[in-house]
């Protein structure tokens, strides 16, 4: 199984994301309220993949529980996969409701925000993405009217490193 398929799986994300820290199974089901054979399933899965590794086991009531952790290469490769998946989500969502919106002769309103920054240092991007993370929480608390039966929008942003010019090249 390709790792985007993998990690398509809602359920493998939230595992991925929440093993930033190690846990075992009984506690990732138990803050998740899942059954423990679902989660292992599942971790099963993303440790053949290399996607989280074993970090410590321990006896606990007469069993052996696996304490698992995300591995050091996946952080990055788990983001690039989301980006990967968002932009198709993007792409087939904005397609059908065009389509849709084209069928019954009306507009379609949506909004493309898209520039290019630089960053001198690794932690630049980090310290930027948290910024503008919060920047948009304020806003979007600040506009949103779901209470109000307001039409909820999707807003996606991502981030990854610009293609080189090829204009340029002979």
Known sequence: MSDARLTASPLRRQLLDRLRQPASATQLAAELGLGRQRVNYHLRLLEQ???VEL?????RRGCVERVMQVTSTT????AAERLIIAASDIVRDVGRMQEAAGR?????LTFTVETEVSFAEPDDLRRFSEALASAIGQLASQFN??????????LVTG????PHDRRNQP
């Open 49 to 51: 993949a290399g996607m």
């Open 55 to 59: 970090v410590e086991e321990r006896r």
């Open 75 to 78: 952080s990055d490769r788990h």
């Open 104 to 108: 019954t002769n009306s507009r379609l």
């Open 145 to 154: 009217t779901s209470a109000a039966g307001g039409r909820p929008y999707r």
């Open 159 to 162: 981030a990854y490193p610009a």
